[in-house]
């Protein structure tokens, strides 16, 4: 499930192994917290430290996990064939795991400390994104391209207010996500149906304090799952932010426009049938990513509603969806960071791209001049658009040119008051204004 080109940290997270190693920490965790109750002799601990303390530091071994995966062929339980092994490796000590626990109690705290990591690593992709984002705002506050909506062209803006943009999106997604790790940074260890029959409360706040988590104020059997839920939303809400920057730059790599496209590497190949292509596939590549990871959240809002104190319908999904969302989300984000990094931009093209419409981004003005002067904003609307439509259907003339021969305009405007009407620096006085708000 796990993507090939992957960060290795993340990749080792999720791997068997690395489970594994979180439910043994749960395991001697829990132990250590009976023995300072007084329930579980001491050196029985030091023992269980001691026959696993190369698990622990060192890590599970492939050979370890299929040890594991055969007892499972019998029992059919996977707690259950991983504690067989751990009495198997540990010798009589072993009978004092899982004391007064349920399997939920270990899966749901291993899986909020593996969640934790996860999100601790995304957060660092992040800064690194915004690292990059900054950088090339500031690069480009001054480079000036059109603006479109609608995909039509409409005012000049700057290609560093794009950057800005996304720099405080981003940084929102950051909120996000450290609400999220706040949310999910909570494990249980409180017995079958949450009422701490058999352990103690003071077992849970050890563990818990142990692993970097809280414990839950309150549970059934498992973490609700509304945690699970926030957390996916995030990865949800992030994994869009990437795909609106993403279309973007495809929209900019378009042969059409062409103002700026992916760096292409010597020796890179666009297609295998045309030696001249140069397409943007990296961009192509996380926004399908983007509704991968969109696609977890709908199963995750599904698992919080679960049978009475708990059913395991959530089980299986969330076997997939955890590890395989984090994993893309890192990949995505340092996808899009070496793309951004490297991004080629062609000031030229967009200066190009600016006067296709020969003049005609500046008909707001000139609508807010004349209004200015008394026309009402409908007759002033009406003289304005059809001068505008006279150049869009003549190829040869500019908006200039017709704005500054027509008697019905002038008769209202010096010629003084039309040339600031076509000052391009008018659009973008307030610039450094925005930046100022965004970067400080």
């Known amino acids: 499930m796990i993507p090939r080109y992957t960060r290795p940290v993340m990749a080792k997270l999720w791997s068997p192994e690395e489970k594994l190693r979180a439910w043994l920490m749960v395991e001697v965790l829990a132990c250590e917290a009976w023995a300072k109750l007084g329930r579980i002799p001491q050196e029985a601990v030091e023992k269980i430290r001691e026959k696993t303390k190369h698990l622990l530091e060192e890590g599970f071994r492939p050979e370890d996990v299929a040890q594991v995966e055969e007892i499972e062929k019998e029992t059919r339980h996977d707690v259950i064939a991983f504690l067989t092994y751990l009495e198997r490796l540990i010798g009589p000590e072993g009978r004092y795991l899982h004391l007064g626990m349920t399997s939920s109690d270990m899966l749901d705290t291993a899986m909020a400390w593996l969640m934790k990591r996860a999100m601790e690593i995304i957060l660092e992709d992040v800064d690194d994104l915004l690292e990059v984002l900054k950088r090339r705002a500031f690069e480009h506050k001054d480079t000036v391209m059109i603006g479109r909506t609608h995909g039509i062209h409409a005012e000049p ?6 950057f800005a943009l996304w720099f405080e999106e981003m940084r929102r997604n950051k909120r996000r996500l450290e609400a999220a790790l706040e949310t999910i940074s909570y494990g249980k260890i409180s017995g079958a149906v949450g009422t701490f029959a058999h352990v103690e409360p003071e077992v849970e706040a050890y563990v818990c304090e142990k692993m970097g988590l809280k414990p839950a104020p309150v549970s059934n059997q498992v973490i609700q799952r509304d945690r699970y839920a926030e957390y996916m939303a995030a990865l949800a809400v992030l994994a869009g932010t990437v795909e609106k920057i993403a279309t973007e730059i495809r929209h900019l790599q378009r042969t059409e426009v062409l103002e700026a496209e992916e760096y292409f590497h010597k020796g890179q190949k666009g ?6 292509k140069r397409n ?26 679960l049978w009475h104190e708990r059913d395991i319908s959530h089980s299986s999904v969330e076997r997939v969806i955890v590890p395989d969302a984090t994993t893309a989300a890192d990949f995505m984000l340092r996808r899009l960071t070496g793309m951004l990094d490297k991004l080629v931009v062609y000031p030229e ?36 658009q059809r001068r505008a439509m006279e150049v869009w259907e003549d190829p040869q003339k500019t908006f200039r040119e017709v704005v500054f ?13 039309l040339e600031k009407i076509f000052d391009l620096k008018h659009y973008l006085r307030h610039v450094d204004t925005i930046f100022r708000r965004v970067f400080g």
């Open 349 to 384: 093209r967009m200066e190009k791209n600016l006067n296709l419409l020969r003049g005609l981004i500046y008909s707001q003005p000139l609508l807010l001049a004349l209004t200015e002067k008394g026309l009402p904003r409908q007759e002033a609307y009406v003289l304005v």
């Open 157 to 162: 803006i700057t290609f560093g207010l794009k």
């Open 271 to 276: 297609s295998s049938a045309m030696p001249h």
């Open 405 to 417: 021969s027509d008697p019905d305009i002038t008769k209202h405007l010096s010629r003084e008051e």
């Open 280 to 305: 943007p596939i990296l961009s192509e590549n996380l926004c399908g990513l983007a509704r991968l990871v969109r696609g977890y959240l709908f199963p995750a809002l599904e698992n919080d509603a």
